[in-house]
């Protein structure tokens, strides 16, 4: 399996409350990812990197912020959950290549009670 | 990136090849097919992709027609532990990182 670790694995916070939730790798990627996946949703793209510090958007966006100070880890933070928040997030990663497939982690369950 | 039509659904005997359909009818010509799968609470894993060729690998067999308007994955002997959700998945080798849009998938059921 790929290196890649998210933390927390389980989080259940409190609506206006901030969150932040780690995805760390070890195979030292270019790219990394954010998803969040809903039921009867795919998992659709949150915000991604193409680079220590070069993120940006993806399709739902809105309210997560994401920072990238080291190859290794990318963080995704919601400044302000809420309820609609409440999902299962993964991370994941590839390499520099254009047609190259990603890895992904074994994702974040948040709770937004 | 194109639409795919995947059907919801899909039942397999254990043993028995899985063929997963995929439309993706507008497909460009700089468009690759992605297949990835999803076991039950886990994060999706990689499969295959194709252009244009046929393609085959220790996991999994891509059919790409002539046309490039359907593919059809080939899980040649489905065991039990290949029950998971199969997304079929169109982008372009183009720059802007190797996103991927992930629609609602084929659930394949493996069975005794």
């Known amino acids: 399996d790929a290196g890649i670790t998210q933390s927390p694995r389980h989080k259940v916070t409190e609506t206006g409350t901030p969150v932040t939730l780690r995805c760390h790798q070890t195979e030292n990627h270019r790219y990394m990812y954010w998803y969040r996946q809903d039921p009867g949703h795919g998992l659709r793209l949150i915000h991604y990197s193409y680079g220590v510090k070069d993120t940006d958007k993806g399709e739902v966006s809105d309210g997560y912020s994401v920072s990238r100070s080291k190859t290794e880890d990318f963080l995704l933070t919601l400044e302000s959950a809420t309820s609609s928040q409440t999902s299962v997030y993964f991370c994941?990663?590839?390499?520099?290549?254009?047609?190259?497939?990603?890895?992904f982690g074994p994702g974040t369950r948040l709770t937004v009670t | 990136d194109a639409k795919t039509t995947q059907p919801t659904s899909m039942d397999c005997a254990e043993g028995r090849a899985a063929n997963l359909p995929c439309n993706h009818s507008t497909i460009s010509g700089n468009e690759y097919v992605y297949w990835y799968r999803q076991i039950h609470s886990q994060g999706p894993q990689y499969i295959i992709h194709g252009l244009k060729n046929n393609e085959t690998n220790e996991m999994a067999s891509l059919i790409i027609t002539e046309d490039r308007k359907s593919s059809t994955l080939i899980l040649p002997h489905a065991t039990l532990r290949d029950t998971a959700v199969y997304y079929c998945?169109?982008?372009?080798?183009?720059?802007?990182?190797?996103?991927?849009?992930f629609g609602t998938g084929t659930q394949l059921k493996v069975e005794l």
């Open positions: 994941a990663i590839s390499g520099a290549g254009l047609i190259t497939e990603q890895y």
């Open positions: 998945i169109v982008r372009p080798n183009t720059g802007g990182g190797n996103k991927l849009t």
